[in-house]
């Protein structure tokens, strides 16, 4: 087969057919139920979820108040990608959202290619939910004295990775009853669980229970899917907007400042779990063929769920960051633990309530997203025909959901919450990424059918240039050194708790002796806490580099220097050298200016993210092309046609 059947297209008129087909024999039809208010539900169910009861915690540590700014330009950066993908929602209003738009877009391979991402978004969303959704119920059963044996619920390799640090810590002088308490619980998880050879048993039981009874929701119809979505929606909503109401009277302006401690780095430190939080609008498109006017309705959905997120995401953040000091959030259930601080008891557990409903209503939405993509791949011929089953009486996409369960239930098992989250970050942005560059590359096609909806245009043609030059002006004006820094790969120090976790116990107690002996003035002598001892150095950026240049072990310890540091820029380095293409061709093209930002901003949100989440994501990729070249590329119905 030649190359260029690679990227063989299928139209947009063959789509209809289809579709029209289906509705009129019933065979391979989904029942249609949805109307825009259910479309904006379901995307509040999806959004407001992990993100404001769990990673907004996170977030607000590392940014302060100003991480406001973050939501603020990521619902930005995501609403210029709903513009691309309501605009294919409109002209393509079928269940496969990114993975139909690119199949029409850029050919075969790059649809194979975002429908096995897509796998990553919504399948390893669902297991950083289930993950989320656990702690919070074994919270719940806690206050209520039900006591799980931790190594019941929690993941094996926080458990794993929990122990290692609690241990390296404990060497360096610090007392168990010091660690942090996610530390204190992964050692106690590890020492504590059943034991079959040196294979420890430790899973997350209640993350596997959540995925079983969604997963069967799911599975019995989208009426009763859409019905109990709107319910947990309504209850979600009064108790986000009673902890504003309530929280708002606590609030002490005084913990607004400094309102960028940490400056622009702190803030963008959170793109991932701040951007994890909108992950969810997009699966509102793959419920297009169950809509009662889906050219109409899904791009209504999509903005009013984006825009009323934003503005509970903003009134959180101010009030959380209000009520207590940025720097005591970074917990995993930062809503409950500012009122639990308060002595608000009450509240403290209608939040664990409400925090267990929001995340299962996220579970739900993800659960129905990933099988229909499943369905739309195996119409195609690219996954096997059983995957398309749709149950003659429920009407659902039968065997792709049950297979999506367990998908999504086994790792759950063993994964920790971190991975999954950054794993599940980056796949959604380079969907995004491509349905932008779908709608750019369509942007000019004559003979593409138009839906009602079309993202209104504005030429980039001299826009894109002036803000690149706006952009080199603040990097080297107002942002010098850390530019220069970044270009030159300039060494960089390790933070106190990376060099103590990598060392071992002779390193461990010659670095306490040298420290003892520089400080001994300042009477810490008498604490045996090596993390103690650093940290009182890290206010001061002088006295830190030149206590740690000091110290008696390896420069690979304390530095990180040459490629082991350059390694971690490479993605930054991709999206400038992607960024100066896309200024060439939007000059040459005048290409619309919404979908162009919305690629640009979710490309810069991957560049965000650590190189290893970039490998991973290669890895997934390529497994994804054996794949394809083992089975789906001579399945593929254009193949046949071709044939």
Known sequence: MALKGLFRKKTVQDILKQVEKNNADGHNALGKHLTARDLTAFGIAAIVGAGIFSTIGKASADGGPAVIFLFL?????????????????????????????????????????????????????????AISWSDYFTGLLDSMGIHLPQYAQMDYLSAS???????????????????????????????????????????????????????????RGMKESRNASNIMVVVKLCIVLLVIAVGIF?????????????GATGVLKGVSAVFFAYIG???????????????????????????????LYIAIALVLTGMVSYNELNVGDPLAFVF?????????????????????????????GQPRIWMSMSRDGLLPKRFSKVHPKFKTPSYATIVTGFVVAIPALFLNLTMVTDLCSIGTLFAFVLVCAGVLALQNRTDIPRG????????????????????????????????????????????????ITSLNKEETQKVYDYLVSVDAKNATTGTPDLELLLNQYQQDDAKYASVISDLPVEDSIKYESGFSLFKHKIPMWI????????????????????????????????????????IYFTIWLLIGLVIYFGFSRNNSKLNRIEV
């Open 250 to 262: 606590y609030v002490d302006v005084d913990n607004w400042h400094p309102f960028a401690p940490n």
């Open 340 to 368: 639990d601080k308060l002595h608000l008891k009450w509240m403290s557990g209608i939040i664990a309530v409400s925090a267990v409903i929001a995340m299962a209503s996220v579970l739900l939405v993800f659960q129905m």
């Open 575 to 614: 999206f400038l050298i992607v960024l100066v293409g896309l200024s060439v061709w939007s000059f040459k093209e005048n290409l619309s200016l919404i979908p162009l930002l919305g690629l640009i901003c979710c490309l810069y949100m991957m560049a965000e993210l650590s190189v290893w989440n970039w």
């Open 73 to 129: 330009f990521t619902a930005i950066a995501c609403s210029f990608a709903a513009f691309a993908y309501a605009e294919f929602a409109s002209m393509v209003p079928v269940s496969g959202s990114a993975y139909t738009y690119s199949y029409v877009a850029f050919g075969e391979i790059i649809a194979w290619i975002i429908g096995w991402a897509l796998i990553m978004e919504y399948a390893v969303g669902n297991i950083t939910v």
């Open 452 to 499: 009602k909806f079309k993202t209104p245009y504005m030429n980039s043609k001299f826009i894109m240039p002036v803000l690149l030059i706006i952009g080199l002006v603040f990097s080297f004006g107002y942002n010098k050194k850390n530019t220069m820094d970044f270009i030159t790969n300039e060494t960089q120090i390790n933070n106190s708790a990376g060099i």
């Open 161 to 219: 990775n929990g122990f290692k640090d609690a241990t390296a810590l404990m060497q360096g002088g610090k007392t168990f009853e010091n660690l942090s308490l996610a530390t204190q619980g992964a050692y106690t998880a590890w020492t504590t669980s059943p034991v079959i050879g040196s294979f420890h048993l430790v899973a997350d039981l209640p993350a596997l229970l959540i995925i079983v009874l969604i997963t069967a929701l799911v599975y």
């Open 281 to 311: 609008f997009d699966a509102i498109s793959t419920t297009a063929e169950e809509c009662k006017d889906p050219q109409r309705d899904l791009p209504k959905g999509m903005m009013w769920a984006i825009i009323i997120c934003t503005i």
